[in-house]
């Protein structure tokens, strides 16, 4: 008697979820390389496929600036908060000519949408 279909795609996202952390805990490099291996095309979307008949897009990079037109579109001035912060390097530390050039690769659809550069 086989597993019941729901059991299998269980263990293939327990499999793949241990295979993921054990690429990230090789370090960024190591994980971005790796993207082809993992399969990161067969479940990951691109960010334009959330933004597909959306009105406005907000930029983390501007979050507080860009959430004052939501905050007049609604007449609410709650102030948005700022939860569960960390303190990260500037995210171009991270990055090499080699990992710049595969991330441009997969995300290269994105990048030219939301007009982001390195």
């Excluded at 080699?98 to 997969?106: G, Q």
Aim: with cysteine; proline share 3%.
């Amino acid at each position: 008697m086989g597993k019941h279909p729901r059991h299998r795609d269980t263990d293939y996202q327990i499999d793949h979820c241990t295979m993921v952390l054990e690429h990230l805990s090789k370090g960024f490099k190591f994980f971005v390389q790796n993207f082809d291996q993992w399969g990161w095309s067969s479940w990951s979307r691109q960010q334009q496929h959330w933004a597909e008949g959306v009105d406005q897009i907000l930029r983390y990079e501007s979050l507080d600036h860009d959430f004052v037109s939501i905050q007049k579109m609604t007449g609410c001035l709650t102030p948005l908060p700022n939860l569960n912060a960390s303190s990260h390097r500037d995210y171009k530390t991270y990055y090499d000519q080699e990992t710049i050039d595969i991330v441009a690769k997969h995300f290269a659809s994105d990048i030219a949408l939301f007009k982001y550069d390195y």
